[in-house]
């Protein structure tokens, strides 16, 4: 059984693994391999909403337009296919993600990443319409050293918040949106 697949433009959208994860490291490689472009973040520069909007922009060469809130990192983690990544799959993959469980901006945070796949990953708009640009493969993992798929998946869900699509499987956290 395949929990996910980053070299394909297919949900989840968002991973969460425990650190070391064998699936994982053969999930980058093949991407790589592919052509791809792996980048990491660490935990520790995403404690805060204006610590994501600024590592995200370094780290992904955001335009300098950018305006440093959610709704423009979602239009420009869509836009990621562009000329300046040349098309290709990409995986951002965030390293210490324990210390995110009690950021209060954790569940929005990856509401976010989910919406800029599910747009990155689909070759028409929310109207059916073509984009005029190509789908890309996008996907997010969250490396966690020692926190249980429980903690993320409880901080992940409840009764008010139904846009995410949350799993667990094994080892993993799995979330998309919930259309």
């Known amino acids: 059984m395949v929990v996910y ?3 394909r433009r297919a ?3 968002v991973v ?3 650190q070391d994860d064998p699936l994982l490291a053969r999930q980058l490689i093949a991407l790589k391999e592919q052509g791809g472009l792996v980048f990491h973040l660490s935990a520790e520069e995403l404690a805060t909403p204006e610590g994501v909007f600024a590592a995200f922009a370094r780290t992904l060469e955001f335009p300098g337009y950018f305006g440093h809130n959610w709704d423009a990192m979602v239009d420009c983690l869509d836009d990621l296919h562009g000329s300046w990544h040349g098309g290709r799959g ?10 995110l469980l009690d950021a209060g901006h954790l569940r929005l945070f990856v509401s976010v990443l989910c919406q800029a796949a599910a ?3 689909s070759a028409v708009d929310a109207d ?4 005029d640009r190509p789908a890309i493969a996008l996907h997010f993992a969250f490396v ?3 926190a249980s798929t429980g903690d993320f998946a409880s901080r992940l869900t409840g009764d ?3 846009d995410l699509k949350v799993g667990v499987v094994g080892p993993y956290v799995t979330v998309s949106l919930d259309e």
């Not at 990409?90 to 210390?99: F, K, P, Q, T």
Request: charge should be negative; avoid cysteine.
């Open 5 to 7: 697949d980053f070299t």
């Open 11 to 13: 949900e989840p959208w």
């Open 16 to 18: 969460i693994a425990p």
């Open 90 to 99: 990409i995986a951002v993959v965030i390293g210490d993600a324990d210390l």
């Open 119 to 121: 747009r990155a990953n």
């Open 128 to 131: 059916g319409e073509p984009w």
């Open 144 to 146: 966690s050293r020692t």
């Open 160 to 162: 008010d918040l139904d």
